[in-house]
Nanobody, 126 residues
């Protein structure tokens, strides 16, 4: 599967962005999809993920209540709605796909993800 991330940009603190991860291929529903981010000088970290079934969702603590992940299998797309953005959310955001999970299983470990998008830059100004 090929992944294309989009939707990043420059926004003021408190603003919103919606990231999209569009996938090629007809087996999109076979993958759990997650968003990771990497800030300058920092390691890539898990942000949010959604299982193949769509009902298992995880968020990292720092984005709970502000970010919402969803998937539309008919459109082969996963979304990350980001509200109340903070300067510390500034990073390159990557979507990734994992087929090595059960239908209602989700991994936060980036090493388990086989396919990665190219990343989209989110910059939040204070």
């Amino acid at each position: 599967v090929q992944l294309q991330a989009s939707g990043g940009g420059l926004v003021q603190a408190g603003g919103s962005l919606r990231l999209s991860c569009a996938a090629s291929g007809r087996t999109f529903s076979s993958y759990a999809i997650s968003w990771f981010r990497q800030a300058p000088g920092k390691e890539r970290e898990f942000v949010a993920g959604i299982s193949r079934s769509g009902d298992i969702i995880y968020y990292t603590d720092s984005v709970k209540g502000r970010f919402t992940i969803s998937r539309d299998n008919a459109k082969n797309t996963v979304y990350l709605q980001m509200n109340s953005l903070k300067p510390e959310d500034t990073a390159v955001y990557y979507c990734a796909a994992n087929s090595n999970v059960y239908y209602r299983e989700l991994s936060r470990d980036l090493r388990t993800y086989e396919y990665w998008g190219q990343g989209t830059l989110v910059t939040v100004s204070s």
